[in-house]
């Protein structure tokens, strides 16, 4: 249960049973046809798989630099890559005969995608949301009850994401027989980092294949966002020793010279949070510290062990990008290709722009677009608002 | 013989508070830590504050809130451990805290700086067996005793568990986070005997034990009992008194007349 | 430019030259395979076709009778049908010679369809949009910006959908030489709804090699939503004569017998509107009256004329849905299948989920699900906390 | 010979003005219908209001939105034609009206009333060449005439149409809706010789004209000129003193006064 020195089970005691009894089952799993086949057909009939692959052919003219190739995951179902891992887990869920299933979400995204599969699986869903983002994503929280869940608010700590994961986790230790969590991300103790990846490998598989029928050979470099890291490591997985330079792209929030940020890589140190050996954002005495991002999805003061690993064994390099930077490059993608990608993704868009115009027009970039901005806009529209406010 | 056993009263109908550092102030905690020695504590879990504590209910999240709000550090619950013992507290120490504040500490200047602010114990509640081999060693080589939870879902881990505990084995009654509960569980009697036959030192149950009688029961199966977020309710009703100089003595009367209601049965 | 007695070319002298231009090069285009490939490309590429064919197993069970399938338009990119026709008219005006092209819009998803091609492929977009429009769809508004469109304000008349389209027309007399106008329905003259059909038809031809792949054979029943209908008649186009029975649902808002719905075929009368001659919601003097539903993607006083003409040579089945089925309809598809649809969808699954219960569990029938519901959100919401207020 | 050739004062400079029925009231419809007479008209340009007209400017829309909202049909506008003639209006009137309202209310039946109503032609916007077969022979069953548009971007269609075209040709002066322009099409005088060519009845120019200036260099080109929005735009002007019966007369007066100026080149 380790990528190097990172990962590993750090849960209370009660918590190891369960752990346990999905490793087994998802080992079991992955070598069952069936549920492969099952697991298959779900993401292809249902979720609409496999994503468009798309020459950004207005973005590289501006630039003059190399190819740009647009992986859309935008264009799942619930719009965005987290309905891979929620159809996988919810399939294991189902097989493990579990009735219910239980989720944490901060902005809602992973909160929808389990409400959704939860529906289609016939499986009750519980999702645990911090007050504060229940109050900022009004929204979201009735389309999850519109789906049949039922959204638990979470009052402790600073009432956003970690403490909704929490919560999560204190509910699932008294409830995990008939319960199954559904972590949204490479995060979490052991099997779930590996299994997340395992189930959002399908964006980098299908990035390889649709690549060398478009081209042929390998890109150059791939850049793809990382909060808690599950679309970076399902998009870099299976391009890992491939000699393709991957790049994985933190929130810098107001910069990382400010206090302001969610760059954990970058800025943050080793430690546990939420059952996994990785790097957090914390204080000299271990105390977890809020991250900061505009971007709810990147806004994790963790991020997956898997990450913390290939960070330390330099096979993946990690850069930041701060919300202005952000906020620009979802203006770009828009107007030069049509495309308004969700605030996460548009900070893995934001530093292949950078990169792109260095480089020669022979070469060629992947930039995972992990997700649509339509949930975002009125968060864009304030911040241009705010802009054009103060003369930019 | 390690401290910790020197320092234990007794090894059967147990008696094992659980404070919160800092709450409501680092002095009561040493007040608080002498008043349950003399309600007839046998060994005091002491809290670290944690902005993340997953085991725990509300109750002692609330606690730790409270504690971080008033400045309490790792460090500065260790330094109270001397004042407690110069206050007369005479009982084993354990002292409790999250794994990620350990790792930011260091295990090795942790549990060295445990012994020399005379601590028996140290409990990880994050820590599985299976995460534990480090701290472990550095515990050992430190006359630090590393307590180890076992719970009903152990199942065949329980035997590794309870063979390599040490101090005592801090059994969870029932899933879930520590907190009152209505009902115990009621397969609570064969998991202690199954937890016993492996276990060479002192079996005690924790979570949820919040009355005389849950109390009475638990004792019937176990060596002691641990109870937490009923101790810190106790002292949040007298918070008040205890914070006033004039009615501290008062409160504290108080909070070992209401201990003494839990332990009479 | 007939179907039967219906459609034609009533539009000022003007407007002549501009639409037999449009004709010509349509013709020369659909004959062209380098066309034809590159808009097949772009709607893979792009825009994520083919879209999914979704077996509504949960629905299915719990109605007890036809199996269910769902084609999934709302997986598109930019979250419905229209973007298929966009892309195909904007190729078109592209290949013309054009470098602007305007589009009216009511609820603002044509609009953004529009701007989203317009950004990708090099044209400037301007888009029409009535006044009272502009104040219920800020974000919508915001969208198109972003994506680089300029949004024309329109005040005359109901400042609504209908108007918009005037406005648009009225403007692209005076500018036909360097715009194009993109209608976003089988509405307009001619060649109009014949294009739109042409470019939609997509929708039909996959449904049929996907049923036939999944099941084999023709479903029974197929239903559609019908405002202007373009995605009615992109789905049932290719089954035209197959036996397959087809069934448009019109918006009977609160009631047909009241005077608020959209139900353009079930209440309405032959006339011409936007330069087509169809059935239309008129007074005694020939004066167009307002519609109404709570879609606003129905909302439309009059109807595609080759749906006035397969409803006149009885072709095709024309029901209508009010307000309250389509939104319980909204809520059935949510809990049973975690797809919340587009509220004009809603009507079309309203009406099957009606028949799937009458039918026997050997037969089987396709809804298109032709967008996705997040637009209405706001819209949805409201309601359910309306009538939750009413005691519902 | 038609009613229409009857009615037609004269085939050159000649001033075809259009005004809105029931704008601002049926009354004064009667009114300006005679002063326009007075001021020099050869042909009156009658409208009906329509809830889209899709060939108009601003102008005429809300002219047409003021008529609409004070209850004016087309019933009601085919019946003030007969008060027109009362009122000493000789010249021929022209019913301009949008499709949907002539089929809503029968082809046949329209022309047939428009006959009995003392009108001569008919004038529908959106209906082209093309569409317009049963509507002409309706028409010309009750001689009744169809009056048809060209436009600069009619091309090879100019000769089609002006070869059947009845009453006078009417010519759109340039791309776009009814309502003022600052500049005239440049290409006007070879669009209009082009007509003439093939036109056996007058041509007229219409669409955009609204200066003194406009008017004398159409008058060059083309056998008459069309004015719509201007009028509208001066009886908007001089509305308030219409509405009120001891100024109506003065207003009418300063209407045909501003039409003169426009006329007096």
């Known amino acids: ?392 | 013989m390690s401290t910790f056993d020197q320092r234990l009263p007794k090894t059967e109908n147990m008696f094992i508070p659980f404070i919160m550092s800092g709450d409501p102030t680092p002095d009561l905690s040493i007040e608080l830590a002498y008043t349950l020695q003399e309600s007839g504590a046998d060994v005091l879990e002491l809290g670290v504050p944690y902005s993340d504590p997953l085991a725990d209910g509300p109750t002692i999240q609330q606690a730790a809130a409270r504690a971080i709000e008033q400045g309490m550090t790792i460090q500065k619950a260790i330094q109270l451990i001397p004042e407690m013992r110069k206050r007369g507290v005479h009982i084993p120490i354990v002292l409790f805290t999250y794994c990620n504040p350990v790792l930011q500490y260091g295990m090795e200047t942790l549990v060295k700086q445990l012994k020399e602010n005379e601590a028996d114990g140290l409990l990880v509640p994050d820590i599985p067996l299976e995460e534990s081999e480090e701290l472990k060693q550095h515990a050992e080589a430190h006359g630090i005793q590393l307590i180890s939870l076992v719970a009903p879902n152990s199942e065949e881990r329980i035997k590794r568990i309870a063979e390599q505990a040490s101090g005592f084995l801090y059994c969870v009654s029932s899933l879930g986070v520590t907190g009152e509960r209505a009902e115990m569980n009621p397969n609570i009697s064969s998991f202690l005997e199954q937890v016993k036959r492996h276990s060479s030192v002192p079996v005690a149950v924790g979570f949820g034990i919040s009355t005389n009688d849950q109390v009475r029961l638990m004792h019937e199966y176990a060596d002691g009992v641990i109870v937490g977020s009923k101790i810190i309710k106790i002292i949040e009703g007298e918070q008040s008194a205890l914070l006033k100089e004039e009615t501290k003595v008062e409160g504290l009367q108080r909070v070992k007349g209401k201990i003494s209601q839990l332990l009479n049965y």
Request: aromatic share 8%; proline share 4%; glycine share 12%.
């Open chain 1, 1 to 392: 249960g380790r990528f190097g020195d990172f990962g590993g089970k750090f849960v209370p005691e009660t918590l190891m049973a369960p752990l346990q009894e999905i490793e087994a089952s998802l080992t079991e799993a992955l070598q069952d046809e069936d549920f492969i086949a099952a697991f298959q057909h779900e993401l292809k009939t249902y979720g609409g798989r496999p994503t468009a692959f798309t020459y950004a052919n207005q973005l590289t003219e501006s630039l003059g630099g190399a190819q740009i190739y647009l992986k859309r995951e935008d264009l799942n179902h619930t719009g965005a890559h987290k309905l891979n891992n929620a159809i996988g887990q919810a399939l294991l869920a189902k097989r493990m005969g579990k009735t219910k299933i239980i989720a944490e979400t901060g902005a809602g995204q992973h909160g929808v995608a389990s409400a959704t599969v939860a529906a289609k699986l016939g499986l009750e869903c519980k999702v645990f949301m911090g007050e504060k983002d229940i109050e900022r994503q009004e929204l979201n929280v009735f389309r999850m009850k519109l789906l049949g869940a039922e959204v638990i608010p979470v009052s402790s700590g600073s009432k956003t994401l970690k403490d909704a994961t929490n919560e999560a986790i204190r509910h699932w230790v008294a409830h995990c027989d008939d319960e199954y969590y559904l972590i949204g991300s490479v995060v979490g103790p052991h099997p779930y980092p590996k299994m997340v990846r395992d189930f959002q490998r399908v964006i980098g598989d299908e990035t390889k294949t649709q690549y060398e029928d478009v081209k042929g050979g390998l890109p150059d470099r791939i850049f793809a966002c990382v909060g808690g890291g599950s679309n970076a490591i399902g998009m870099f997985y299976p391009f890992l020793g491939t000699g393709v330079e991957l790049v994985g792209i933190e929130a810098a929030g107001r910069g990382i010279q400010s206090p302001e940020h969610a760059a954990t890589l970058t800025k943050g140190t080793p430690g546990i949070i939420h059952g996994s050996m990785t790097y957090l954002l914390q204080d000299e005495f271990g105390q977890i510290t809020e991250p900061y991002s505009i971007s709810a999805g990147l806004d994790y003061p963790g991020i997956g062990p898997e990450h913390a690993y290939l960070h330390a064994s330099k096979q993946v390099r990690y850069e930041s990008i701060t919300d202005d930077e952000a906020l620009e490059a979802i203006k770009t993608l828009s107007r030069t290709e049509g495309i308004i990608p969700a605030i996460e993704s548009a900070h893995a868009v934001a530093q292949a722009i950078k990169e792109a115009e260095t480089m020669e027009p022979s070469e060629s970039i992947v930039i995972n677009v992990s997700g649509r901005g339509d949930k975002d806009m009125s968060t864009i529209m304030k911040y241009f608002e705010g802009s054009a406010e103060h003369g930019e």
